[in-house]
């Protein structure tokens, strides 16, 4: 049961996702589901749905999104709706006061994502997006590496990719297929998590310049299936490449080279197990070495848990929302739209310095 | 002692490479060193070199290249000389009757190169460029599993680095950062080896265009430090990146996706074990493995023997050459001064269909 000081999430929709996230706010031990709105189904269907998914009895059941957004018993929402929806439901949110734990793409474009920005400045909000392996354990001792000027020295390049093999039936019918819906295809998707390795790699710094590679594939909507990018950095020759695809065997990589030291990952997006994780990593002073990390709580639990803490400061202590997410969700938007827009743009670069 | 069926084998220069290559000669069951001239040496010195590195007591000292291409007793010569020094010299080794095995890059450029081809067409000599993890048993595995069409599928995209960090005195002084003499920089040397991993992850087929990437380093001379490209081959979407650097940690990747399976070498160029190495495979239809390959010879013995072995068939038996190497080493020098035209062209693309 909820105690008084946990953060009550509403959920917006009974997308598949929600199966994974609702037992990750279970789990969190400052989080609890209190509500949730599907506009799809009947109340009888979303009560059951809440059921076989371990939601506490006492969660609401909303029929509209609005209702739920009004809803004064809960302090944040959560968002697995298509990224089309995002921005009229996310200011919506925030107007309402309620703390957002929004799922990538976190738009179609980075303007709308400034709509979102606004409001949640406007309203003192707490903003997260879902990317569930940035709240890994293991990511925090990655970026440890990765910024430790003796092991790792600085980066000169770092090249990450995520692919699946879709079946049929999602390349036919998938949200993500769709213009109308996740409208940026494998790039929204599968690319946002490869494009935040890239960024994680060099401390979130924005690159200066992004070019699209030859060798995308569209389906007939002009959505991509399958793409790759170059990113450059300020400093001379420093490089990224990152790979997305729906049409290729499962793969989640990051390697990242540095002048004294390389970093290997090889599930940075879902880790091969729930509770432990690797990485390897060679340096100038050190031989080849695996470091293993446990994780008590499955990641998406300790995204949950990270968003409630972060929601409790504000709630509790009057604490001034965390920027840092929001500054990484805006950051990997504008380099989504730059791999668009150069793929659009015959691959002509697309200079990131005036945005 | 060189048995009568042992292929006897000559030996340009005391560079560096000649250590580890001549001891890999002395371990290949199949070959003799017979012979080694150095010029920038007195006989003195060459010959307390030759007993240093553990060469027989029989092998000759010469004090010319010419005498040592002349040398009736000699099956083939090893040429660890500066690339621009290959074009003369292979071709006189090959105008001698002289089988050749020839440090990479093979020449400054293909047309160079095919003057090497045509005197080694004209006089029936074996080829093998002396790029050392190509005949790695490991490298052996690696070619069946990305050409199994049910755990690989066919290639979508590959990815293969080669960095190290070179000292200040390599970047002032090495034959690899001067003009005159492997003018093509880490795009020759690391570059090489990335490449060939390319080609190798899709058969052997020869992209359809290159294009560099943005980003490369030069030196104040012009030649390439570190840089990147992407490979495109005829069917949509199949891509290749590879990346080439002085600059960064001793990084040696392959990272090649199918549609049905992924394949990672660490330490493709070098292995981290001398007698063992490894790689791992994910597949739909298999998880996350490691497969050990045990060597009983380092692989620049392995080469070595392969090597003599082809130079035996045709001197015991009257076999043809086996052109497989040579046409290897052909498309890489293609590839390479792809790359390189394409840097000195502001990264337009090149288009290799007509060479």
Same mark, same amino acid.
């Given at each position: 049961?909820?105690?008084?000081?946990?953060?009550?999430?509403?959920?917006?929709?009974?997308?598949?996702?929600?199966?994974?996230?609702?037992?990750?706010?279970?789990?969190?031990?400052?989080?609890?589901?209190?509500?949730?709105?599907?506009?799809?189904?009947?109340?009888?269907?979303?009560?059951?749905?809440?059921?076989?998914?371990?939601?506490?009895?006492?969660?609401?059941?909303?029929?509209?999104?609005?209702?739920?957004?009004?809803?004064?018993?809960?302090?944040?929402?959560?968002?697995?709706?298509?990224?089309?929806?995002?921005?009229?439901?996310?200011?919506?949110?925030?107007?309402?006061?309620?703390?957002?734990?929004?799922?990538?793409?976190?738009?179609?474009?980075?303007?709308?994502?400034?709509?979102?920005?606004?409001?949640?400045?406007?309203?003192?909000?707490?903003?997260?997006?879902?990317?569930?392996?940035?709240?890994?354990?293991?990511?925090?001792?990655?970026?440890?590496?990765?910024?430790?000027?003796?092991?790792?020295?600085?980066?000169?390049?770092?090249?990450?990719?995520?692919?699946?093999?879709?079946?049929?039936?999602?390349?036919?019918?998938?949200?993500?297929?769709?213009?109308?819906?996740?409208?940026?295809?494998?790039?929204?998707?599968?690319?946002?998590?490869?494009?935040?390795?890239?960024? #994680?790699?060099?401390?979130? *710094?924005?690159?200066?310049? /992004?070019? +699209?590679?030859?060798? &995308? @594939?569209? !389906?007939?909507?002009?959505?991509?299936?399958?793409?790759?990018?170059?990113?450059?950095?300020?400093?001379?020759?420093?490089?990224?490449?990152?790979?997305?695809?729906?049409?290729?065997?499962?793969?989640?990589?990051?390697?990242?080279?540095?002048?004294?030291?390389?970093?290997?990952?090889?599930?940075?997006?879902?880790?091969?197990?729930?509770?432990?994780?690797?990485?390897?990593?060679?340096?100038?002073?050190?031989?080849?070495?695996?470091?293993?990390?446990?994780?008590?709580?499955?990641?998406?639990?300790?995204?949950?848990?990270?968003?409630?803490?972060?929601?409790?400061?504000?709630?509790?202590?009057?604490?001034?929302?965390?920027?840092?997410? #929001?500054?990484?969700?805006? *950051?990997?938007?504008?380099? /989504?739209? +730059?791999?668009?827009? &150069? @793929?659009? !743009?015959?691959?002509?670069?697309?200079?990131?310095?005036?945005?």
């Amino acid at each position: 049961m909820a105690g008084d000081s946990q953060i009550r999430i509403g959920i917006l929709s009974c997308s598949n996702i929600v199966r994974k996230v609702s037992r990750a706010i279970n789990l969190a031990p400052n989080a609890t589901i209190a509500a949730i709105a599907s506009i799809n189904n009947s109340i009888e269907e979303t009560k059951s749905f809440a059921a076989s998914n371990n939601f506490p009895p006492t969660a609401k059941i909303h029929s509209s999104y609005e209702s739920l957004l009004e809803d004064p018993d809960l302090d944040a929402v959560y968002f697995p709706i298509p990224a089309s929806l995002h921005v009229e439901w996310a200011v919506r949110a925030a107007q309402n006061g309620k703390h957002i734990l929004l799922d990538k793409p976190v738009a179609l474009n980075v303007s709308e994502f400034d709509q979102i920005v606004e409001a949640c400045e406007a309203n003192r909000i707490q903003f997260m997006d879902g990317t569930q392996w940035m709240h890994n354990p293991r990511t925090a001792e990655i970026k440890e590496f990765v910024n430790d000027p003796v092991s790792f020295g600085h980066l000169k390049t770092v090249h990450s990719c995520f692919s699946f093999a879709a079946n049929e039936n999602f390349l036919k019918n998938d949200v993500r297929v769709k213009p109308g819906l996740d409208g940026l295809g494998a790039l929204g998707d599968a690319g946002w998590y490869t494009i935040q390795a890239a960024l #994680l790699a060099n401390n979130f *710094k924005l690159p200066k310049t /992004v070019t +699209a590679l030859p060798g &995308s @594939i569209l !389906n007939d909507a002009g959505i991509v299936l399958s793409c790759g990018a170059l990113l450059e950095w300020e400093e001379e020759g420093i490089t990224g490449t990152i790979y997305c695809s729906f049409l290729a065997n499962l793969t989640m990589e990051i390697t990242a080279i540095g002048t004294n030291g390389t970093l290997r990952v090889h599930d940075f997006v879902i880790p091969f197990q729930e509770t432990e994780s690797s990485f390897t990593t060679t340096s100038s002073r050190a031989c080849y070495k695996e470091h293993r990390v446990v994780n008590e709580l499955p990641q998406e639990a300790c995204m949950v848990t990270e968003f409630a803490r972060l929601v409790g400061e504000i709630k509790s202590r009057g604490a001034k929302p965390d920027g840092f997410w #929001l500054s990484v969700s805006r *950051k990997t938007q504008l380099l /989504v739209d +730059a791999v668009k827009e &150069s @793929i659009d !743009n015959n691959l002509e670069p697309v200079s990131l310095s005036d945005r």
